[in-house]
C-alpha cells in the first residue's frame, strides 16, 4: 500500500495502520476513504481526499508542488484563500504561468463550492454503507453550474442554522415544494393550489414576495429597520441586494441573518397553515422574526445579550452597543495596552503598488495613547502586514517600558506566519527572527481578530497609503 506518511493527517495513518496488520488490505485502501468535510479542522486542504475522491495534491500536482501552503487545515487554507488575489505570491514559490492560472480558476471553484459548518470533520469509509461523498453534496448544491456559483457563495456564508441555509438555497433556486411546484409534478392531482392567505395561486414567488401577507410582514420589517420601502424587493435576488444600505459590515451580517430569518419564519408559518390549519397573525409573526434573528446574530457574535434590551425597537441602535462592547472586551486581554494595526496593500490602474500601513494603541479603558499611519513600500499585501507589525514593535520595544502590549490584527497570514516558521511566506527567516525575539523581551503578543473590529486601524492603513510620510500622534502620557 502507498501513500506519503509526511502529507497525511493522523487519524489516516492510524486507520492504515490498523488496516496493514489485518489482512483486509483490499478494503482498506487509503483511496477507500473520504472526508466529509464540516469544519475543516481535521482534513488536510491539498493532502486529504475530501473532493471527488482524489486529493488535490494529485488532482493539481504542478499547484501542489508550488505551494508555499502545503500541510494546511482546510479551513485555515481557506480563510487565507478569501483574504489575498489567488495567483499572489503569498500562495507560490513563483509567479504562476499561463496554464497554471488556469489551473488555480479550477482550484478556485471547488473551494467556492465547499461550506464549512460548526461539527467535526468525518472520515466515511467508502465500500461501506454511508453513501455520502463530499463529491455527491457538492453535485448536489449545484457546484459546477456556474450559474449557480453566486448563490452558493452568499448562502453558505451565512451564520445561520446550516438547515435554514439549505432551505435558503432551495428558495433561490424555486426549489421549495410549493403548491404550484407540487401540482405541476403530480400533474393537477393537487384539490387546492391556493395560498393559504389569499385566493392566489402559490408559487415561490407569491408566498414570499406577492402575496399582501408577506409584503405586510416585509413592510414592517423594513420599518423597524428605518429603511424606506422602495427598497423591499421582488425576490430574494434583489432583496438580498437592500444589504447595501448599509455601510458597516457588522450590520450588513445582521441585517442579511434578518432576511433569512424573515423568509424561514414565512415558510415555517406557510407549514402550519397548510398542515395544521393554523395561521399566525402578523404580529406574531414579526415576533418570531425578532426572535430568531437574535438568537441567530448572538450565536454569530453578531451582538451581545446586554443590548438585546435594544433590539425589539432600535436594531441599529442595537448593534452599535454590541459592537462597542465586543471592542471594549478586547481591551480585556490581561495586557496593560492593546494595539490594532493593519495593511493596505492595492494596485492604482497603472499597476502602481500603493502601500499602507496604519495602526493604534489604547490603554484598558479604552483611552488613545498612540495612533500611526503612513506609507511603505512592499511587493504583496502580507509584507505590507508585516510592515506594520514591525512598526508597532519597534515603537513599543524603544521605549522600554515594563509592560505588556497585545497586537490585534486581522490578518490571518501575518498571525501564522509568525508562529509558524514553515509557512513565512517570503518574508526572510531572519527578519521574522528579529520581530519575535523583540516581542518575547518586551511582552508583546500578537492575536488575529475579525475584520470587523479592525476597522480604525484599518482606515488609518488607507489614509496612510497617501501620506508622504509616516504620521505618528503620541499622547503625551504616553504610559
Ligand atoms: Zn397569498
Request: hydrophobic letters at 45%.
Amino acid at each position: 500500500m502507498c501513500f506519503d506518511k509526511k502529507h497525511t493527517s493522523g487519524i489516516i495513518k492510524d486507520i492504515v495502520e490498523v488496516a496493514n496488520s489485518q489482512s483486509s488490505k483490499d478494503l482498506f485502501k487509503f483511496y477507500q476513504f473520504e472526508w466529509k468535510v464540516n469544519n475543516g479542522c481535521a482534513v488536510l486542504f491539498w493532502e486529504d481526499i475530501w473532493y471527488q475522491g482524489k486529493s488535490l495534491m494529485i488532482s493539481f500536482s504542478k499547484l501542489y508542488s508550488l505551494s508555499l501552503w502545503q500541510n494546511l487545515e482546510l479551513s485555515m487554507f481557506l480563510d487565507i484563500w478569501d483574504c489575498y488575489d489567488h495567483t499572489s505570491l503569498v500562495f507560490w514559490k513563483r509567479k504562476l504561468r499561463a496554464w497554471e492560472l488556469n489551473q488555480v480558476d479550477c482550484l478556485n471553484e471547488i473551494i467556492k463550492g465547499v461550506s464549512l459548518n460548526s461539527r467535526k470533520d468525518v472520515l466515511i469509509w467508502l465500500p461501506g454503507k454511508d453513501k455520502y461523498t463530499v463529491k455527491e453534496g457538492i453535485s448536489l448544491m449545484g457546484f459546477g453550474n456556474n450559474a449557480n456559483i453566486d448563490s452558493w457563495n452568499f448562502i453558505w456564508k451565512l451564520k445561520i442554522p446550516p438547515k435554514v441555509q439549505i432551505f435558503m438555497w432551495k428558495l433561490h433556486h424555486g426549489m421549495l415544494p410549493v403548491k404550484a411546484l407540487l401540482q405541476s409534478r403530480m400533474r393537477n392531482s393537487l384539490a387546492n393550489q391556493n395560498c393559504c392567505r389569499c385566493p392566489d395561486s402559490e408559487t415561490v414567488l407569491h408566498l414570499f414576495w406577492q402575496c399582501p401577507f408577506a409584503f405586510d410582514i416585509w413592510k414592517w420589517l423594513f420599518e423597524w429597520w428605518g429603511l424606506p420601502s422602495f427598497r423591499i424587493g421582488s425576490d430574494i435576488s434583489t432583496m438580498w441586494d437592500s444589504y447595501r444600505c448599509f455601510r458597516d459590515r457588522i450590520t450588513q451580517e445582521v441585517w442579511k441573518t434578518t432576511l433569512g430569518a424573515c423568509v424561514w419564519t414565512i415558510w415555517l408559518e406557510r407549514n402550519q397553515g397548510v398542515f395544521n390549519n393554523k395561521l399566525a397573525s402578523r404580529e406574531n409573526v414579526s415576533s418570531l422574526i425578532k426572535h430568531r434573528a437574535a438568537q441567530w446574530c448572538l450565536a454569530a457574535g453578531f451582538l451581545v445579550k446586554e443590548t438585546l434590551a435594544w433590539w425589539n425597537f432600535n436594531p441599529m441602535g442595537c448593534i452599535t452597543r454590541s459592537i462597542s462592547l465586543k471592542k471594549l472586551d478586547l481591551l480585556n486581554n490581561g495586557c496593560a495596552l492593546t494595539g490594532f494595526i493593519d495593511g493596505s496593500w492595492k494596485l492604482d490602474n497603472k499597476g502602481v503598488i500603493i502601500a499602507g500601513i496604519g495602526g493604534l494603541i489604547l490603554n484598558q479603558e479604552g483611552k488613545k495613547k498612540l495612533e500611526f499611519a503612513g506609507p511603505t513600500i512592499s511587493l504583496d499585501p502580507l509584507h505590507t502586514e508585516w510592515a506594520a507589525l514591525i512598526f508597532i514593535v519597534d515603537y513599543f520595544s524603544k521605549k522600554n517600558l515594563n509592560i505588556s502590549l497585545m497586537i490585534y490584527s486581522d490578518s490571518a497570514l501575518l498571525v501564522r506566519s509568525l508562529i509558524n516558521f514553515k509557512n513565512r511566506g517570503n518574508i526572510e527567516e531572519e527578519l521574522i527572527f528579529k520581530v519575535r525575539k523583540k516581542m518575547l523581551r518586551h511582552n508583546i503578543f500578537l492575536k488575529q481578530i475579525s475584520r470587523a473590529y479592525n476597522d480604525k486601524a484599518d482606515l488609518l492603513a488607507k489614509l496612510g497609503s497617501n501620506y508622504e510620510d509616516i504620521k505618528i500622534q503620541e499622547a503625551q502620557d504616553f504610559v
